[in-house]
Each structure stands twice: as C-alpha cells, then as structure tokens.
C-alpha cells in the first residue's frame, strides 16, 4: 500500500523581552537555579500576573508579516496540568481567542533535484507562559526544581496539517526560524530552548481523505533531529498498521541516540486541560494605532525585498530567495552591491551561494561573524570586473582574505601587489606563452585545426598553467585562436 505522510507543527517561540510575559523578573539564559522567580512566578497567594506590553508587541509584529488577522479583543485562560515544575498547577495561555488568527509562511527546498516553493497555512499563533525545567542529571535519586523560565514568554504557532514529508517539515520549521529572528521577535537560539518545535504526524492512505490518527513528537530542538524523527515515526506507524496493529494517539519524545520515539503520555485533548478565562487578567484588547504603531516600527520583510532584489537587482528568482533566508545574509549582500555597484549584483550574488557559503558552512561561522568584511569582498569584484584578476586568481585571494581576519578596506589591493596576482594582460607576455604551448603540444594543435574545437580546451589549460593562473583568460583564448587560424 501506498502512503501519505501528514504532518502539523507546533512551534514554541520565546519572545526576546527583557522580562516574563506576567512579571518583572528577568529572562537572562543561565542564571542559577530559582534566582529569576519573582513572587509571582512561584505562583505565591495574592500575587497578580501583569501583561508584558512588549510581548505583544512581538505578536503583533509577527502576525502582520505572516499575513495573519489581529484579534481586537483576545483572552488568557488556564490551561489546568500538574507538572513538579508548573507552581500555579495550571499555565496561562490562549485557547477560543488567540491573538494572531491564520496566515501563511512561505518557503522553498530542494526536492527530486528541483528547488521548489510552497506555502503553509497557520492556524494561530498565541501568547503564553513557560513552565519551570526538572532537573534530572545532578541528582542521584532526586530532581530538581529551576524555575528561571516560568513565565518566560512564549509566542505558540500553530500550522495547519499540509505538511507532507521530513524534508518539507525541515523547511518549514527553518523558514519560520529566519523569520521571527528577522522580525527580531525571537533570538532563535535553539540549543537553548528558544525555538522548540513539536511535530504532529500521522499516516493514512494515498488518496484517502480522514486523516490518519496522530501522535505528537514533544520538544525537538535541532532540525537534524525533527528530520530523524519524522521518519522513524512514520515507520513506526506505518509498521504497526501493516502488522495488523492501531496508533494509539500519544505524546512521544524522540531518542536521537536510538533513533526510536518512545512514549511519554497518552495525548491530552482540550477538554482534558479544562480551559477556562483567567479571572485575574481582563480581555487583551488591541486597537488599530497599536497595529500601525507596530507596522511602522517593522523592518523589510523577506517576500518584499525578494521582490526588490529581483526588480532593482535584475536577481532570478532562486537567488533572490536563497539570499533572503536570513536576515544577515540578505544584509550583507545589500551592503556589497552598495559598496560593488548594481553591475555587480549577479557575480555578488554568486558569490555569497557559493564560495561565501561553502567557507562559512566549513568553518562553522555566521555570516555576520564572516571576517570578510562587505566592502573588502565588494573591491575584489571590482578587481575581477576591471581586469585586475580572473576569477580563478580570485579564489585563491579570498582564501587570503578570510585567513587575514582584518578590517582594512584596502586588504584586497595590497594582497595582490604582496602576492603577485595581478592578471597578465600583456599582449607581448602572452603571445610568448601561447608560442610556446602550441610549440610543446602539436596534438591538440592538429585535433583544433582538423575541426575538433573542444581540443582547445587542453592548450588553454596548458596557456593557464604556464602563467600560474594569471593570464587575462578571454584575451589569451582569443589570441590562441588567432594563433592558430593562422
């Protein structure tokens, strides 16, 4: 039988304020245990949860860039569960009003050797509290309590089930990663907990239309581990059917050493939590100045500078998309072309996919953190495109760049004065090279003038060689082809 995989995911997105969503206590990441709790975050008798305004700020903004509807008017309510780590016995969160209604996140990855776009639809996006960590590894026999992070504030999205593979939930989830940290809503840290996802999968039947039943993978925090486990899960299920057996719906954690899900819960349905509104917080109400005030404070979103790159840059569509997957690369492309000049936006752009790319991917460096500055890789496009070097010379002068680590903007020049780079464009110095390659090879000088044109190749190669590199490659292959008509 042949199956289709359905796939819905839950991100848990922790907003980048300075305080939790209902107190004033900090959320600083590694502080030690219990000493960002406030009263109120240790749930203690007669405390009061205040809104953090800046939170939903946050949600705001990330609503107007999926294209999602603000509510006017949303509501917090209890969601009741006993965890050691939860002090109130309940979390406050959004259940029948969420703040962000809808919306859409669009993506693109490669799929059967094609680079392909889709668009998934949000159900909402919510504002609610963290709970507190247990603490398992330092304690022989016992856990431990740390709630630093109860009430930290967290933005939960929620997609539509139209994911249909590991690979495209990879995409999502990393697409949606780019943009809140674009938006500046979130620091995106993952080993840290910043932006954890949840993976609700189920399988059914090509072609069948009720969807299968789901189990939920909690807490996944790497997108190495959401590819594993999406695909030890749908075999998992897809196994268990085939043998005669039903999913049973759970909540499951993945063990990436094992490479299996596990079961931590039966799954909970809504009534299970018994939502109800929270006496203690009025309706969120959001007026229409607080929605512009925010969309005026919004930076560029990645659909509109896109758009830009391919009006204003001539860009094809693909670099326009892979360059705006993050906010820093998007930036430091813009900040070459400023500095390189509009002529040069293709020969940038394929720069930043490629050499830039691989050297950072190697090297394990963001390319904010890159030690080529924007304006130092800008002057040797412009060394490439007046002839100074080629672009195999280049190569090796960017190597040199990124091992020079400095801020100098006249780096370039001075490692081709210092090296030796500069292109041969000599006439006289290359005709005397192009004498003698012909000279030494007269076999690909017979296959040339005997009607087989891919001979010259070889001789250009040997012409290259012979000039270490440096020769004007359109003016040596142009004189060579004189050389030998004649």
Known sequence: MEWEVVIGIENHVQLTTASKIFSGSPTTFGAEP???????????????????????????????????????????????????DLPKGYQISQFEDPVVIGGAVTFGYEKDGEFVTRTVNLTRAHLEEDAGKSLHEDYAGMSGIDLNRAGTPLLEIVSEPEIRSAA?????????????????????????????????????????????????????????????????EVRRQIELIEDGGKVVQATRLYDPDRKETREMRSKEDAQDYR???????????????????????????????????????????????????????????????DAAGKENAKTAANWLMGDVSSTLNREGVDIADAPVKPAQLALMLKRIADGTINNKTAKELFGDMWAAKSDDDNLVDALIESKGLKQISDTGALEAIVNEVIANNEKSVEQYRAGKEAAINSLIGQAMKASRGKANPAQLTELLKAKLAG
């Open 275 to 337: 939502y109800f509104p929270d006496p203690d917080l009025p309706p969120l109400v959001i007026s229409n100045a607080w929605i512009d005030q925010v969309k005026a404070a919004m930076p560029e979103l990645p659909a509109a500078m896109r758009a830009r790159f391919v009006s204003e840059y001539a860009l094809p569509d693909y670099d326009s998309l892979v360059l705006t997957q993050s906010k820093a690369m998007a930036t430091y492309f813009v900040a070459v072309v």
């Open 34 to 84: 219990n000493t960002q709790a406030s009263p109120v975050d240790l749930a203690l008798p007669g405390v009061l949860p205040v809104m953090n305004k800046q939170a939903v700020d946050r949600a705001i903004r990330f609503g107007l860039a999926v294209g999602a509807k603000i509510a006017p008017a949303s509501i917090f309510a209890r969601k009741n569960y006993f965890y050691p």
């Open 168 to 232: 495209e939930a990879v995409a999502y989830c990393k697409a949606l990663h780019s943009l809140v940290m674009w938006l500046g809503v979130c620091d995106g840290n993952m080993q840290e907990g910043s932006f954890r996802c949840d993976i609700n999968v189920s399988v059914r039947p090509k072609g069948q239309q009720e969807f299968g039943t789901r189990c939920e993978i909690k807490n996944l925090n790497s997108f190495r581990f959401i590819e594993e486990a999406v695909h030890v």
